[in-house]
């Protein structure tokens, strides 16, 4: 156990130097051998792996990948907040069994009336608004909301192991995106101070905006129609789009990931693809092939054959969520 | 004279320090003074005008902006040679009188068979391959076509007072970013040669995408449907969806920035707007209110009145293109 921690916490080279663990949340293992011996080989100008640093791409899913996505993805719970806060200034807004469902913070209901009640009460809290007043308004609700089950902030729902390996990709030269099914707008607002990720490396879904030229100026309003889906095929083409170059390393937890792995992992040079596999009941949720979020089946099928490396958090991660400032 | 050269050429600081010209290409006159002002006040921690290093972004039109547009769009004249090449491989590509008159390099002919015939033309070079096989052609056309009036390469085409511009930009802490109406894919084959612009700093017209996994692994293959036109009012949408921040700082040429521009300068703190005015038929082309390329009205009766700078190539400009290497 002595051993293992001095291993875990150092690693002496054989110049004698004795550098700090980039990765202290990670257990000694074959999924942490896996990452660092990548970074090793890509960023060493003498190996045949090596990639200039302009090239060294990390993209990285965000629901169940960088932050937790249970009991509900938490811009859903952020949709339904937003709908209750309003139906208390407005009750006439309930138009529909979803939106009575969400005013009554009632996921199921929403769920129960199908897709249409989803995009429902999607739309009325990310539509029919400026982009900055929406900015302003998942601001707000980061300061008021809390999780269900843990009490934190949500944006302390984030992976501690995942933030190390963000900085340590950075120390190496790595550029970090997010590439996420989730909203582009919404992840914005905390991508720099929860994972220090700029804004302009987000990649996310997103409706379609409109410039209008209103009497106090220009505004970008968003509308309820979907401009794109960040998901599966959608992914690669969105990091063609948006970064114009294919990364070498990529980070995923659900078969919505699949696509980008694989993309990532097609290239001439090295490419490596990581998936996050909730394993953890205790500390976090243990779920893959069941249920309506994060469905993981295609990757726990392909990706060993694949050599894709899977972070199993019970056995691999030491700690889950960072210590929280409170 | 010789007092007029040296101020151009140095600026001797109280301290007695002389640096040299960021914009050595650009006569001293007022709209040199303009730009140099501006990124003079929003770098000076002590000033009003302030703007931390992460929201100093710089956004440029391409075409007419950074580099030429005359006798017509550049992109053009690659689908054009595109259209040829392959014509003489297969002649039974030809099955339009647009695709015809492409194959002769007639762009009046194209044009006479209206906005159908041009996009006929344009998907015929863009669409129906993989995002990388486009690339390659667009490289090898840049290595070969010469420009009919200046015999340069294209990509040599390119103005070297907003080459300084850029680089100034970039040394007083700005992300230059390209906004242009062209395509994003095109764009990025020369952007960072051409201009130290990053792929990922480019922001396009676009096709629509699909990521395609054949024998050979998966691609990205392009589409004849448009994805995203970048021009007007989706320059402020693409800006925002791109970059996720408001400019303080555009340059562009015609009508078609106007949006970019009044985005820009619409923010709560500095911002400048940067029009390059067309104006010097010996050296380049004089053009403006007339024709169907870089039309410029609005921005020629409205931008004066909102402080915009105008940039007149005859009399700010001392060079246009930079030496050749040849
Ligand atoms: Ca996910
Ligand atoms: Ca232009």
Known sequence: MFIKSLTTAAFLLSSGVVLADPLPSWNAGQSKSAVIDFVNAVTDPASDSYVTPADRIAVFDNDGTLWAEQPVYFQIAFAVDQVAKRAEADPAILTSDALKAAAEGDVEGILASGKE????????????????????????????????TTGRRYDEMIYQPMLELLSYLRDEGFATYIVSGGGIDFIRVFSEDAYGIDVNQ???????????????????????????????AGKPVAINHHIGKRPIL????????????????SGEGPGLALYVHHTDAEREWAY????????????LDEGPDRGWVFADMATDWSTIFPATVE
Do not use: C
Not at 207 to 225: C, I, Q, R, T, W
Not at 288 to 299: A, F, K, Q, S, W
């Open 117 to 148: 009640g989803l995009l429902e009460v999607l739309a009325t809290a990310h539509a029919g608004m400026s982009v900055s007043e929406f900015k302003q308004n998942v601001a707000d609700w980061l300061d008021e909301a809390r999780h269900p």
């Open 202 to 232: 987000v990649v996310g879904s997103s409706l379609v905006s409109e410039y209008v030229v209103g009497d106090a100026g220009p505004a970008l309003m968003k509308m309820p129609d979907l401009f794109f889906n960040d998901d599966k």
């Open 250 to 265: 990529a980070g995923g937890n659900s078969d919505g990931d699949f696509e980008m792995l694989e993309w990532t992992t």
């Open 288 to 299: 893959d092939r069941e249920g309506h979020i994060g469905v993981l089946n295609r990757g």
